[in-house]
T-cell receptor, first 110, second 113 residues
Framework: AQRVTQPEKLLSVFKGAPVELKCNYS??????LFWYVQYSRQRLQLLLRHISRESIKGFTADLNKGETSFHLKKPFAQEEDSAMYYC????????????FGTGTRLTIIP | EPEVTQTPSHQVTQMGQEVILRCVPISNHLYFYWYRQILGQKVEFLVSFYNNEISEKSEIFDDQFSVERPDGSNFTLKIRSTKLEDSAMYFC???????????FGQGTRLTVV
C-alpha cells in the first residue's frame, strides 16, 4: 500500500529564512512524487513534480530513494509563500490514484 | 486562463437523498478525476475517467457512486443515497493527458444532515 507522511501540520518561518517542508513516502515500486499548494481561498494547484526537476517559485524538491523522502525546500522564504502544502505520490507516473499527505500549513512571519 | 469549474460550491442534503455534483473540465482535456477531502483528513482519490469510461477507481468508490459525462462539457459525480460520512469537500480535476498537470476545481462542499 502507498502512503505519504507529512510530519508537520503547522510550520512558521521568518521571512528571508530557509524553508523545508518534510515529506516521506512508502511505496514498493518507483513512484512519482508531487508537491501541491493551496493558497488562501484558491484551488489546489501543482507546484512541482520530481520528474520535471524544475524550480518553481524558488522551491525545489529532491527525491531521495534511500530515505524515501521528497522534502520541499526554499532558501529564502517570502510572505506570499504562506499556504497549505501537500505532498502526493502517484504509482504510475500519472494523475490517477494520487495519494496525498495530510498537508503542512506554512506561515511566513514578516 | 482556462479553469475547471464546479457547481454548486456548497450543497446541503438530507441523508438518503441522491446528490449530483457537477464539473466543467477544461475544454481540451481528456482525463477527468474526482477526489474528496473529509474535514481534517487527507485528499483521497475516488475515480478517473477517460474515453467515456472509468479507468481507475478506489475502494471508496462503491456502488453508491457513479460518474457520467452526459454531454461534451459536463462531468458529474452522483451519490445515490447519501450517508453522513459522505460529508466532505469534493474536487474535480482534469488533465490533457494522464501524465500532464492535473488542474483542480475549487471544490464542492457537501454536507449531509
Amino acid at each position: 500500500a502507498q502512503r505519504v507522511t507529512q510530519p508537520e501540520k503547522l510550520l512558521s518561518v521568518f521571512k528571508g529564512a530557509p524553508v523545508e517542508l518534510k515529506c516521506n513516502y512508502s511505496y514498493s515500486g518507483s513512484p512519482e512524487l508531487f508537491w501541491y499548494v493551496q493558497y488562501s481561498r484558491q484551488r489546489l494547484q501543482l507546484l512541482l513534480r520530481h520528474i520535471s526537476r524544475e524550480s518553481i517559485k524558488g522551491f525545489t524538491a529532491d527525491l531521495n530513494k534511500g530515505e524515501t523522502s521528497f522534502h520541499l525546500k526554499k532558501p529564502f522564504a517570502q510572505e506570499e509563500d504562506s499556504a497549505m502544502y501537500y505532498c502526493a505520490l502517484s504509482p504510475n507516473f500519472g494523475n490517477e490514484k494520487l495519494t496525498f499527505g495530510t498537508g503542512t500549513r506554512l506561515t511566513i512571519i514578516p | 486562463e482556462p479553469e475547471v469549474t464546479q457547481t454548486p460550491s456548497h450543497q446541503v442534503t438530507q441523508m438518503g437523498q441522491e446528490v449530483i455534483l457537477r464539473c466543467v473540465p477544461i475544454s481540451n482535456h481528456l482525463y477527468f478525476y474526482w477526489y474528496r477531502q473529509i474535514l481534517g483528513q487527507k485528499v483521497e482519490f475516488l475515480v478517473s475517467f477517460y474515453n467515456n469510461e472509468i479507468s481507475e477507481k478506489s475502494e471508496i468508490f462503491d456502488d453508491q457512486f457513479s460518474v457520467e459525462r452526459p454531454d461534451g462539457s459536463n462531468f458529474t459525480l452522483k451519490i445515490r443515497s447519501t450517508k453522513l460520512e459522505d460529508s466532505a469537500m469534493y474536487f474535480c480535476a482534469s488533465s490533457e493527458q494522464i501524465n500532464t498537470e492535473a488542474f483542480f476545481g475549487q471544490g464542492t462542499r457537501l454536507t449531509v444532515v
